[in-house]
């Protein structure tokens, strides 16, 4: 089961040339799902991966650089010919304000849009997964999102199971599955549990103790870095993170690798990238259109893939 994520806004508070507002897509199998919904999300969908349907839609909090796309993308699944339910998550105050939106945007016709208002530490189930919204520091109402797998079977020994007597076939699937095979117990022939894959997504928020424990042992966590260290008390007062303050989080949280979004044209990538390295080292800024694919612990680390190597001459850059 592939797991991905794909970062379609990777500035904060104002687009730029060359970042656009919050919004990021996890593409997990089949389904996909966009957290947050920034200003031109749907122009940074077409630009790059196309506009595909979404399956689900979670706002971190209710500032408008992270939700003034929505009201086109959900009009324009509506001239597209949407028919399947759309629920769109959120912290409280949600419905009041898509409520309002969409009565100046106009109300959708053809398919249910529903808002969900979320308490912290409510955990959704989905066919595999489980979706944690978790409270975080910021100003008003605001949630980090924490998807996460169970723990998968431990790997099949077939040389283990012959020499205890299995025969190669139906014999092996049985007691992968469970069972217990001629006095063989799946314990004896499997190894142990595996863990399933951990993605955070802090939104805007301080530095935590919340997201710090939420976020633990995460193959990938995506924290805001909004200020350089040079703006640390800047930070503080208007809900946000330095770029060395983020990577702590990491740090602490023993996270598998950590993505910088949320940035401003206020300090260089490169500045903020070195102040986060001195700490935290596998730390990555991502572009905007640039993915992160998020492989099993046993198959690897998650990587970043740069869109204009995929795409040669598509004119993205930091």
Not at 25 to 46: N, Y
Not at 92 to 121: C, D, F, H, K, N
Not at 204 to 212: A, F, I, N, V, W
Not at 290 to 308: K, M, N, S, V, Y
């Amino acid at each position: 089961m592939d797991l991905s994520v794909f970062f379609a806004g990777t500035g904060g508070s104002m687009p730029t040339a060359r970042r656009g507002l919050p919004a990021i897509l996890i593409r997990r199998g089949g389904d996909r799902i966009l957290v947050d919904c920034g200003e031109g999300t749907q122009r940074q969908l077409l630009r790059s991966i196309g506009l595909s349907d979404v399956d689900e839609i979670f706002l971190t909090h209710l500032h408008a650089d992270h939700w003034l796309g929505l009201p086109g993308l959900l009009k324009t699944f509506e001239l597209r010919g949407r028919e399947v339910p759309l629920t769109v998550h959120g912290p409280p105050g949600l419905r009041e304000l898509l409520g309002a939106v969409m009565g100046v945007a106009g109300r959708v016709a053809g398919y249910e849009l529903t808002a969900i208002e979320l308490e912290p530490g409510e955990v959704l189930e989905r066919d595999g997964y489980r979706i944690a919204a978790v409270p975080v520091s910021h100003r008003g109402p605001a949630l980090a999102y924490v998807l996460f797998e169970p723990e998968r079977p431990g790997a099949f020994d077939p040389v283990a199971a012959q020499a205890l007597g299995l025969t190669p076939g139906p014999e092996f699937g049985r007691v992968q599955r469970g069972e217990t095979i001629r006095g063989v117990a799946p314990e004896r022939v499997m190894g142990p549990n595996r863990p399933g894959r951990k993605l955070t997504i802090s939104g805007d928020t301080r530095p935590c103790e919340s997201l710090r424990l939420a976020a633990h042992g995460s193959d990938l966590l995506i924290h805001e870095a909004t200020f350089a260290i040079e703006e640390a008390e800047r930070a503080y007062e208007t809900g946000h993170s330095t770029a060395s303050q983020a990577a702590g989080v990491a740090r602490d949280a023993d996270v598998g690798m950590l993505a910088l979004n949320h940035l401003s044209i206020r300090h260089p990538a490169g500045l903020l990238k070195d102040e986060a390295r001195s700490i935290f080292e596998r730390t990555v800024l991502p572009r905007d259109f640039d993915t992160i694919e998020i492989p099993f612990a046993e198959r690897g680390r998650p990587e970043l893939h740069r869109f204009d190597q995929q795409r040669p001459g598509h004119p993205v850059g930091s």
